[in-house]
């Protein structure tokens, strides 16, 4: 079945340190690829998404590429930030069918300065 | 933007008794809700799919009669855990679309159950 595999973490960097969570997934046809962000106290948030091959997705510094050949979605920061310390979850909507996501497990970033 | 309001963040329970959860969507009609639950280092997995007015669809393995979801109105839907045992000890996440098909989905803050 469609699943997600997510680097579990956590992950700890000093600030201005360049971030690289891995993800790979498993699906048929062609997916949506996304990255959640959860920070402390609230819901997830969608960073970032991409809906077909060779996509890029990007937002707020953090970059995506969707890699058919490879199956996989890793997100990446040049440099993070103490504000960046969050859990990242990367999951996938099916080509067809239901709206619902499949996700990792999520991967807990701390950023110290 | 869209938000979804949860309620509440955390509940300790004791063993038997029945909890609710509510998930408002705050300033869009929720066609959809979908209840999400993740153990410790897990995924967050779904449990169930509500369409507003009509009953839940429930994934493999979850138990309709335990996990009582009600979508009454555009902007509410409920999870009753029903006679929690320690093993519901769980987080628990909604999440609402304003249509069926491919569209954003808008998360709660999610709610941490405790069964004791």
């Known amino acids: 079945g469609d699943s997600v595999t997510q680097m579990e973490g956590p992950v700890t960097l000093s600030e201005e340190a360049f971030l690289t969570i891995n993800c790979t997934y498993t699906a048929t046809g062609y997916p949506s690829l996304f990255w959640y962000v959860q920070y402390p106290g609230e819901g997830l948030q969608l960073l970032l998404k991409a809906t077909k091959a060779d996509d890029k997705g990007s937002n707020k510094g953090f970059e995506a590429t969707y890699r058919k050949e490879t199956t996989s979605f890793h997100l990446e920061k040049g440099s993070v930030q103490v504000s960046d310390s969050a859990v990242y979850f990367c999951a996938l909507r099916r080509q067809t069918g239901a709206n619902n996501l499949f996700f990792g497990t999520g991967t807990r970033l701390t950023v110290i300065p | 933007g869209a938000v979804v309001s949860q309620h509440p963040s955390r509940v300790i329970c004791k063993s038997g008794t029945s909890v609710k959860i509510e998930c408002r969507s705050l300033d869009f009609q929720a066609t959809t809700m979908f209840w999400y639950r993740q153990f410790p280092k897990q995924s967050l997995m779904l449990m169930a799919t509500?369409?507003?007015?009509?009953?839940?669809?429930?994934e493999q393995g979850v138990e309709k009669d335990k996990f009582l979801i009600n979508h009454a109105s555009l902007t509410l839907s409920t999870l009753t855990v029903t006679s929690a045992h320690p093993e519901d000890s769980s987080f628990y996440i909604c999440?609402?679309?304003?249509?069926?098909?491919?569209?954003?989905?808008?998360f709660g803050n999610g709610t941490r159950l405790t069964v004791t």
């Open positions: 509500s369409n507003e007015g009509s009953k839940a669809t429930y």
């Open positions: 999440s609402a679309s304003d249509r069926a098909g491919p569209s954003p989905l808008h």
